[in-house]
């Protein structure tokens, strides 16, 4: 996986422009827990498909960019959380041992 690091709100903005082109995903990871690290590994092995941003923000360190996430897009805050934002709007959410790429890769095909 190659992440694109989420760390500024300027950045927020261009990925909801963004995905008005391009599908957008964010995968909001807590250094300090053990399930986002595997969610996180295994998100890993896998390869970005074409035409999909993949973002990697770190909550711990930018908190309060996880929780204008979490009200832009209306949202519950968790961690791990995985956001599928296409057209400005979060189209599919999911937490903890709900994460899985190959849903991911579903969800964004199917828009």
Known sequence: MNWIPLTDEKQLDEVVVNSNTVPQVI???STRCSISSMAKNRLDKKNA???INFYFLDLIQYRNLSNRIAREFGVVHQSPQVLVIENGKCVYHESHSG???????????EQ
């Open 27 to 29: 995968f909001k990871h």
């Open 49 to 51: 498909p074409d035409g």
């Open 99 to 109: 994460i899985h790429f190959d849903e991911i890769e579903s969800v964004v095909m």
